[in-house]
Each structure stands twice: as C-alpha cells, then as structure tokens.
C-alpha cells in the first residue's frame, strides 16, 4: 500500500522515533513522584561503637534506640520525626523538611533511659541544620561528652 508515494515501511520507520518517545514520555508519567522534603541516613554510635541491646528484650520492645528529630523556628519546635535504630546503630528518615534541628537519643534497654535524660529535646546538645547537602552522618554521643555538656 502506497501513501503519497511514501511505502508503509518508510513510514513506520519515520515515525518510529515520535512513537517511542510517546512512550516514554507515557511511563515516566507513571513514575510515583519523589515524597517531599529530604532523607537523612547515617549511625548513632558511642566511642564509635553502636549502642548496645539486650536482644531478649529487644524482641519484646523493652529494648530500643530512638533518635527524634525536633525542628525548630526561631525558639520555637515546630515539629519532630521519630525513628528507632537498627541493631548496627543506622538509621533512615524520610520527608525531614530541610531546617534547623535537635537531635534527641533514647536508649533503653527495659527500665530508664540509659542516656540519663541527657539528649531530651530539652537536654540535647545536638543541633543540625538539614539541607539536601547534608543527607549522609554519624552522630557519635562520646564527642559530646567530652565537651562537658
């Protein structure tokens, strides 16, 4: 079959590169969009180590590490994010809207806070300014220790 003196081959082969980017132009419209705010990842350590559980309570949750995220505007906490630790002391937090935080530790394994309190949302020496820059760290309690706070 003729078209305007252009064959079916011809043609398919002339439109094969509008077609294809139809296409893809189709599934990156399925893509999920990318969750707001950034994703923060990194390990909560002692003396470069993780903190330790006990693994039988661990099961039962008597036993975890919890790192909160407390943001802040001006003096002002307008917001936290929670997440517990891995066993290796990682961590991963999504949707985290880029701005100044304190870093409050628990670390419990059955009973008290084995941190004495010492990273509370009050207590915390830790502050961060977040941006995507910044996604990746370790937060090592031992070094603020030592600064005596």
Do not use: W
């Not at 917001?79 to 100044?100: A, C, H, Q, Y």
Request: aromatic letters at 6%.
């Amino acid at each position: 079959m003729r078209l305007a003196g252009v064959t079916r081959g011809t043609l398919t082969r002339r439109m094969m590169p509008v077609l294809v980017g139809i296409a893809l132009a189709g599934l990156s419209a399925c893509t999920p969009p990318k969750p707001p705010g950034i994703t923060v990842t990194g390990r909560v350590l002692r003396d470069g180590q993780p903190l330790p559980l006990d693994p039988l309570l661990a099961k039962g949750a008597a036993a975890y590490v919890r790192l909160t995220f407390f943001r802040y505007e001006g003096d002002s906490m307008v917001g936290s994010n929670s997440v517990d630790i891995g066993p290796e002391g990682t961590f991963t937090l999504t949707r985290l809207k880029p701005g100044k935080y304190k870093i409050g530790v628990e670390h419990y394994n059955g009973g008290n806070d084995l941190l004495k309190s010492a990273f509370t949302d009050v207590n915390t020496p830790i502050t961060l300014d977040l941006d995507a820059d910044k996604p990746a760290f370790d937060i090592d309690l031992s070094q603020y220790a030592r600064k005596g706070r």
